[in-house]
């Protein structure tokens, strides 16, 4: 069964507004971790952000930013201020109680440009 | 510290050939992961390893074989390589169970012809 969502193909952005990639997650276990990771073209895997099931705040790193509504089941990526070097397919991905020792369920990506 | 490090970047199979990827990380991780990525989706979990002397089927293990050859490495063999396995493979490490960061390596790009 899907447990990740990206419903967003791709999305475009001008440079330095701000941009929301959407996620949305299945789980019935009541702890469990989102994460997103970022993947430019030159192909490797980027760590931008977690949050905890239980973490009581919406994690913020720099300019990265989720939006986590716990009861609709999402985990949106807000970048503030978007630059050129964001371009890039951003990834959601799940750990829960099923999924132990740190395996991850990833979304299909979301590819994001930003025009000058 | 050179993170995880994959080999080799690049590789071209024909049908049937055999191949192992290898895969090290120098972080002294416990658990350690495949996967592969094709186009339009995300990374699919093949085999892991909780910890050393483990190994466990993910969601897509089926043509592949893993050896946990030590805490560090950790490979990845095609016996009898098919055109469905060209894919981008990724190996990537994390602390254990509890961990919440997976460091990925730079991955395989491998096409079987």
Partial sequence: AQ??????????????????????????????????????????????????????????????????QKARKSANLVISASQLGDSAMYFCAMRDRGTSYGKLTFGQGTILTVHP | NAGVTQTPKFQVLKTGQSMTLQCAQDMNHNSMYWYRQDPGMGLRLIYYSASEGTTDKGEVPNGYNVSRLNKREFSLRLESAAPSQTSVYFCASSEGSTAYEQYFGPGTRLTVT
């Fill in chain 1, 3 to 68: 447990k990740i969502t990206q419903t967003q193909p791709g999305m475009f952005v001008q440079e330095k507004e701000a941009v929301t990639l959407d996620c949305t997650y299945d789980t019935s276990d009541p702890s469990y971790g989102l994460f997103w990771y970022k993947q430019p073209s030159s192909g490797e895997m980027i760590f931008l952000i977690y949050q905890g099931s239980y973490d009581q705040q919406n994690a913020t790193e720099g300019r990265y930013s989720l939006n986590f």
